[in-house]
């Protein structure tokens, strides 16, 4: 019996079904490919530019920054419009990249920005509001832009004054006059608070500077006693038989978080931008340092004297043999901005997220390329501009530390791409009155520290070593466990 011999018809259905099927496949591969090309929808992408050649351009002699960010804002501006996406990592300039090239779109903490906050939305299934303002509901963040932006979801639905909040500041803290002034002035979104200096009963947070004192019994289970640190655990006292319930200090895990400078880009996704400018010209001498205390808990002394042996350190103060005295700072850091390249920004003690004025100021403030040590790598990374500094646990010892710093030396482009952050954001102000008088408007469920000793000076908090070996370490530990 023979095979039913397909019509002119069928053909044709045959055809059609294949090559819609190989449409299928093929469109899915191209997804799949573009897919794995992407940037996944939670990172934030640094921008690489090309690196173009702009030597050419350099001055012979090395301007000020401000000078030239207000000369060349306009051109920088244009340059950037002109930067094209590919899929080898360049970024695409956003439309709001673009709008927060203008001051004014910016929010209302940043130079010149006006955008103001709106109130918190609430969740439909939880009734709770949306918005991540404490350690549990972002542990990798500081939180501190978002309570600089929260307002309670009814806070201005209606006529009626609200009460104020009392904050009671038993000791210390001159900034902090009596009355409400400081949240008027600063034009806290949240602004129905007042400071006070007796009558710790009334009022509905006690604030603690640097130690607790006696206030009398706690008058009611919902006031709120807050912990307030601005140095390291080794140089503050030991809390013993208070129930803390919130703490504010420059670690990221408290829930205020007042450090000493805070770095916020216009766009997250745009941490590098070209530079038209030298920093390294005419620069003759290589690693400066200015300081006072020669006998911290964290062998810098020893470091900065094993790095000596293998390149210039110019040591100024008390621990060195040179001289600028404090009176004349200014003087010293035009001569930091003008001779060196290198500024040793070590703090006095290697501590969780503890990074001082000796970064944030005498470091990234000049045009200098900042040589760290105090907080762990990963602090850094998470509270500095992207590449903008080196950790001195980037390497094994001083002496391979030197080796690379010689070949940043006689390679101005490698030098200068680490100063490709400038112009991409500002250092804020926190207004830390304002974000303490929002969180006490905000409805969460009452909180407290079974021990704050143990939060703020346990285990792996600190270390005498480096961090290195201290990881190390502590790796270790954990194999042999």
Same mark, same amino acid.
């Not at 004054?161 to 979104?189: N, T, W, Y």
């Not at 206030?215 to 807050?226: I, L």
């Not at 450090?259 to 400018?277: A, H, K, L, N």
């Given at each position: 019996?023979?095979?039913?011999?397909?019509?002119?018809?069928?053909?044709?259905?045959?055809?059609?079904?294949?090559?819609g099927?190989?449409?299928?496949?093929?469109?899915?591969?191209?997804?799949?490919?573009?897919?794995?090309?992407?940037?996944?929808?939670?990172?934030?992408?640094?921008?690489?530019?090309?690196?173009?050649?702009?030597?050419?351009?350099?001055?012979?002699?090395?301007?000020?920054?401000?000078?030239?960010? %207000?000369?060349? =804002?306009?051109?920088?501006?244009?340059?950037?419009?002109?930067?094209?996406?590919?899929?080898?990592?360049?970024?695409?300039?956003?439309?709001? %990249?673009?709008?927060?090239?203008?001051?004014?779109?910016?929010?209302?903490?940043m130079?010149?920005?006006?955008?103001?906050?709106?109130?918190?939305?609430?969740?439909?299934?939880t009734?709770?509001?949306?918005? =991540?303002?404490?350690?549990?509901?972002?542990?990798?963040?500081?939180?501190?832009?978002?309570?600089?932006?929260?307002?309670?979801?009814?806070?201005?639905?209606t006529?009626?004054?609200?009460?104020?909040?009392?904050?009671?500041?038993?000791?210390g803290?001159?900034?902090?006059?009596?009355?409400?002034?400081?949240?008027?002035?600063?034009?806290?979104p949240?602004?129905?608070?007042?400071?006070?200096?007796?009558?710790?009963?009334?009022?509905?947070?006690?604030?603690?500077?640097?130690?607790?004192?006696?206030?009398?019994?706690?008058?009611?289970?919902?006031?709120v006693?807050?912990?307030?640190?601005?140095?390291?655990?080794?140089?503050?006292?030991?809390?013993?038989?208070?129930?803390?319930n919130?703490?504010?200090?420059?670690?990221?895990?408290?829930?205020?978080?007042?450090?000493?400078?805070?770095?916020q880009?216009?766009?997250?996704?745009?941490?590098?931008?070209?530079?038209?400018?030298?920093?390294?010209?005419?620069?003759?001498?290589?690693?400066?340092?200015?300081?006072?205390?020669?006998?911290?808990?964290?062998?810098?002394?020893?470091?900065?004297?094993e790095?000596?042996?293998?390149?210039?350190?110019?040591?100024?103060?008390?621990?060195?043999?040179?001289?600028?005295?404090? %009176?004349?700072s200014?003087?010293?850091?035009?001569?930091?901005?003008?001779?060196?390249?290198?500024?040793?920004?070590?703090?006095?003690?290697?501590?969780?997220?503890?990074?001082?004025?000796?970064?944030?100021?005498?470091g990234?403030?000049?045009?200098?390329?900042?040589?760290?040590?105090?907080?762990?790598?990963?602090?850094?990374?998470?509270?500095?501009?992207?590449?903008?500094?080196?950790?001195?646990?980037?390497?094994?010892?001083?002496?391979?530390?030197?080796?690379?710093?010689?070949?940043?030396?006689?390679d101005?482009e490698?030098?200068n791409?680490?100063?490709?952050?400038?112009?991409?954001?500002?250092?804020?102000?926190?207004?830390?009155?304002c974000?303490?008088?929002?969180?006490?408007?905000?409805?969460?469920?009452?909180?407290?520290?079974?021990?704050?000793?143990?939060?703020?000076?346990?285990?792996?908090?600190?270390?005498?070593?480096?961090?290195?070996?201290h990881?190390?370490v502590?790796?270790g530990?954990?194999?042999?466990?």
């Amino acid at each position: 019996m023979s095979l039913p011999r397909p019509s002119l018809k069928g053909y044709f259905f045959y055809v059609l079904f294949f090559s819609g099927l190989l449409l299928v496949i093929l469109n899915l591969l191209q997804d799949e490919i573009w897919h794995r090309m992407r940037p996944h929808p939670g990172q934030s992408q640094p921008v690489r530019v090309s690196d173009t050649k702009i030597k050419q351009n350099w001055p012979a002699k090395l301007k000020k920054p401000t000078m030239h960010v %207000s000369q060349t =804002r306009e051109k920088m501006e244009k340059k950037l419009l002109s930067e094209v996406s590919n899929l080898t990592g360049t970024t695409i300039l956003t439309r709001n %990249s673009l709008e927060l090239m203008d001051p004014s779109k910016r929010p209302w903490y940043m130079k010149g920005g006006t955008r103001r906050p709106y109130p918190a939305i609430k969740s439909h299934r939880t009734g709770r509001r949306l918005a =991540r303002l404490w350690p549990d509901e972002d542990v990798y963040d500081d939180r501190v832009t978002n309570q600089l932006m929260y307002v309670p979801t009814d806070y201005n639905k209606t006529g009626v004054d609200r009460p104020l909040k009392k904050i009671m500041v038993p000791h210390g803290m001159p900034e902090a006059k009596v009355g409400s002034d400081i949240f008027l002035q600063h034009r806290c979104p949240v602004n129905t608070c007042i400071i006070v200096r007796d009558n710790a009963e009334d009022a509905d947070l006690i604030l603690f500077k640097d130690y607790i004192t006696h206030v009398g019994r706690r008058s009611a289970s919902q006031q709120v006693w807050m912990l307030y640190f601005l140095e390291c655990p080794y140089h503050t006292q030991s809390v013993k038989n208070a129930v803390i319930n919130w703490t504010a200090t420059y670690r990221r895990d408290s829930d205020i978080v007042a450090p000493y400078e805070r770095w916020q880009y216009y766009d997250s996704s745009v941490t590098q931008i070209p530079q038209t400018f030298n920093y390294a010209a005419n620069k003759t001498k290589k690693v400066a340092w200015f300081v006072s205390n020669c006998h911290p808990r964290n062998q810098r002394m020893h470091y900065a004297k094993e790095l000596s042996k293998y390149i210039q350190v110019d040591i100024y103060g008390t621990c060195g043999s040179l001289r600028c005295p404090r %009176s004349q700072s200014q003087a010293c850091f035009d001569m930091l901005d003008e001779d060196y390249k290198f500024y040793l920004a070590f703090e006095n003690s290697n501590c969780k997220d503890y990074i001082t004025e000796k970064f944030f100021v005498n470091g990234l403030g000049h045009n200098v390329l900042p040589i760290v040590m105090g907080a762990h790598p990963t602090d850094y990374a998470r509270s500095a501009p992207y590449r903008s500094y080196i950790h001195v646990d980037e390497f094994e010892s001083p002496k391979e530390l030197a080796e690379y710093l010689h070949r940043l030396d006689r390679d101005d482009e490698l030098y200068n791409s680490y100063f490709r952050w400038k112009g991409t954001g500002e250092f804020i102000n926190t207004y830390f009155w304002c974000r303490v008088c929002a969180m006490l408007h905000d409805d969460r469920p009452p909180k407290f520290y079974k021990d704050v000793n143990e939060w703020w000076r346990g285990d792996g908090i600190c270390t005498t070593t480096s961090w290195r070996e201290h990881d190390s370490v502590r790796a270790g530990n954990l194999k042999n466990t």
